[in-house]
């Protein structure tokens, strides 16, 4: 088994929390850290493994993108500055009512797997349809993804409704159950587009099988009164007594908390993915991070799709996550540096129940790795290195990437992937999309 030493300037493990750490030797034997130990020891004890010096680098676990629609990369700048329920259902709708298919989904999937690994993501959380071909090019493409197999009330290209959706996602499930870089999640729509047998029906294979649920929820005000005009309960009430209100719920948005929600929420273990720049976009509201923290709940980061974004740059979004948390709050000690970089990495993994495996540097975790240099102008002088990776660093200092131990990305290149073929199939989509809209003057590089 091949043995390497990574030598960077910093390291940055997560766990313990607060540390930061000079002189350190992290050994990957195969897909796992064998080993983190002060350089000197590490020579000693390891005189044979290959070395790489990273001298101007911090070192830190890979990202997690909690929440994404991958293939919605396509859609990047289509549809802006809109409403949610008008970019969904008189833009987004359609235009993936006459394009979504395979192909889409694949060339989607496939530059946002590029961007992400690009930005030092190395896990993401997806819900998109087709989710069998997210799947494959994800593991053709050496990234770790949690496939979404995704239910909806309305027929699609994919199923022809609830019924259908969850049949043909659990066999998606059984289909990549053998492949280590594939995990997949139960994910319903949202509250408003899933009834409550098909939701009753998820939270009952969620507890047979142990899977996490993946849910937009309380993305909006029009959500708040659909459920009451709907349901006659608010939605946090709903979604408890159809048994969904437990650690396996992943609750992305929850922009609409008010404090009889908090309340409800504490103690029951759901996980919040916060999306701040795509709520921002959508002027949907702002998730109560800061209040979400003190009644213990989880806190996780996601980008959301680029269709709404418009990118899948996390540590930007760590950035929003962090300084609107203080705007919001009145409060500049909320949410600081660190916590931000938890809810990318560790929050991130807990919430997915992998804490075990993922999130951190230590000895017996996989090896999902990432290195930035920390020698541009926009990050010198340096007194904090965490400080900076959250206010300062930008996604394109990230120089190296590890999945699994394997090396995707080395002094900002590509080892697997063609990207000039990537970026050459989203340009023939959009030229499509374009011409079907009749959208003039659109600009294609």
């Known amino acids: 088994m091949d043995t390497v030493l990574l030598l960077p300037r910093l390291l940055v493990p997560v766990r313990p929390r607060l540390q930061v750490l000079e002189q350190m030797a992290v050994v990957i034997e195969g897909e796992l850290i064998a080993a983190v130990l002060p350089r000197t020891e590490a020579f000693e004890l390891y005189p044979g493994a290959r070395r790489l010096e990273l001298p101007e680098h911090v070192l830190l676990p890979g990202f997690i993108n909690m929440h994404t629609h991958s293939a919605m990369t396509l859609l990047r700048g289509y549809a802006d500055d809109l409403n949610l329920q008008v970019w969904l259902n008189e833009h987004i709708w359609p235009v993936e009512k006459t394009f979504l298919g395979p192909e889409f989904v694949r060339d989607g999937a496939l530059l946002a797997i590029a961007e992400m690994l690009r930005g ?151 996980n919040v993915i916060h999306c701040p720049e795509s709520n921002l976009k959508l002027g949907n509201g702002i998730c109560p991070v800061a209040r979400l923290a003190e009644h213990g709940v989880n806190l996780a980061l996601g980008t959301d799709g680029a269709a709404s974004n418009n990118n899948l740059d996390l540590l930007a979004e760590s950035r929003t996550a962090a300084l609107l948390a203080k705007g919001y709050a009145g409060d500049p000690c909320v949410v600081d540096a660190f916590q931000a970089l938890e809810m990318l990495t560790i929050n991130a993994a807990r919430s997915l129940g992998q804490s075990e495996r993922l999130g951190s540097v230590e000895a017996g975790k996989l090896a999902d790795l990432c290195a930035l240099r920390m020698d541009a102008l926009q990050t010198t002088p340096m007194f904090d290195v965490v400080s900076h990776l959250v206010y300062a660093a930008s996604s394109q200092q990230v120089s190296h990437v590890w999945v699994g131990g394997r090396m995707l990305l080395r002094d900002g290149q590509f080892l697997h992937l063609d990207i000039s073929d990537i970026i050459g199939r989203a340009r023939n989509w959009a030229q499509r999309i374009a011409a079907e809209n009749g959208m003039k003057g659109v600009q294609m590089l």
């Open 120 to 270: 030092g993501t190395t896990m993401f959380n997806d819900l998109y349809f087709f989710p069998e071909i997210t799947a494959k090019a994800a593991a053709q493409s050496g990234m770790r993804a949690c496939i979404g197999l995704p239910v909806i009330d309305v027929p699609t290209a994919w199923a022809a409704g609830e019924k259908e959706c969850l049949e043909k996602g659990l066999a998606v499930s059984a289909g990549w159950r053998d492949e280590p870089l594939i995990t997949t999640v139960l994910a319903p729509h949202a509250p408003y587009s899933v009834g409550d047998e098909a939701l009753r029906r998820v939270a009952e294979l969620s507890a047979e099988h142990d899977l996490p649920v993946h849910m937009h929820v309380l993305e909006s005000k029009w959500e708040t009164s659909e459920s009451i005009q709907q349901y006659g309960k608010p939605t946090l009430e709903r979604l408890a007594d159809l048994g969904l209100m437990n650690e396996r719920l992943l609750a992305v948005h929850m922009t609409q908390l008010n404090g009889e929600d908090l309340e409800a929420l504490s103690g029951t273990g759901v």
